[in-house]
T-cell receptor
Framework: QKEVEQNSGPLSVPEGAIASLNCTYS??????FFWYRQYSGKSPELIMSIYSNGDKEDGRFTAQLNKASQYVSLLIRDSQPSDSATYLC????????????FGAGTRLAVHP | DGGITQSPKYLFRKEGQNVTLSCEQN?????MYWYRQDPGQGLRLIYYSQIVNDFQKGDIAEGYSVSREKKESFPLTVTSAQKNPTAFYLCASWESPGGYTFGSGTRLTVV
């Protein structure tokens, strides 16, 4: 059974701080990785995708991938109250059908 | 604007009743997916379709059925065989290499 694990949180950070969200996955052959943000009662929206080891930056967001450790993370710099949401990690195990496997999500709370 | 439209937003099902959730996309994407989300759990794959007139079961297909008669449409039927259908249902399409685009979801409740 292929799995994606996330700490459920809540992760509480003060406004302006760096929020660090972590995700581990079980399938060593996984090829691509995604972070989605989901506000309460809404559908997920894509924040970042990452395909190769290292860091990928987009504005205040940085995704980090370490395939050897089967670990992917998301850093949010200068956290804002509007960043308060659940962050879902998703993994594409390959095989040609793009059937993403999702973690249960980490709830982030940014307090003023 | 391109996107995925799911309807209805809220749906109530009586015991023994079949209900159909609509999913329409104007993104010209070939691959479409249905996921179910329960509180505290990750999204779980119900069915997926790579092309018109072809679809495959996902991890939790029992009690559900789908059709893919048109590229734009991928409706999901929740049958009476699904014993615990209360959940948030999400339809998605795949855009290479960027990942899924999701619809706004349908919240189904058994009454």
């Amino acid at each position: 059974q292929k799995e994606v694990e996330q700490n459920s949180g809540p992760l509480s950070v003060p406004e302006g701080a760096i929020a660090s969200l972590n995700c581990t996955y079980s399938d060593r052959g996984s090829q691509s990785f995604f972070w989605y943000r989901q506000y309460s009662g809404k559908s997920p929206e894509l924040i970042m995708s990452i395909y190769s080891n290292g860091d990928k930056e987009d504005g205040r967001f940085t995704a980090q991938l370490n395939k050897a450790s089967q670990y992917v993370s998301l850093l949010i710099r200068d956290s804002q109250p509007s960043d308060s949401a659940t962050y879902l990690c998703a993994v594409n195990p390959g095989g040609g059908y793009n059937k993403l496997i999702f973690g249960a999500g980490t709830r982030l709370a940014v307090h003023p | 604007d391109g996107g995925i439209t799911q309807s209805p937003k809220y749906l109530f099902r009586k015991e023994g009743q079949n209900v159909t959730l609509s999913c329409e996309q104007n993104l010209n994407h070939d691959a479409m997916y249905w996921y179910r989300q329960d509180p505290g759990q990750g999204l779980r794959l119900i069915y997926y379709s790579q092309i018109v007139n072809d679809f495959q079961k996902g991890d939790i297909a029992e009690g559900y059925s789908v059709s893919r008669e048109k590229k734009e449409s991928f409706p999901l039927t929740v049958t009476s065989a699904q014993k615990n259908p209360t959940a948030f249902y999400l339809c998605a399409s795949w855009e290479s290499p960027g990942g899924y685009t999701f619809g706004s979801g349908t919240r189904l409740t058994v009454v």
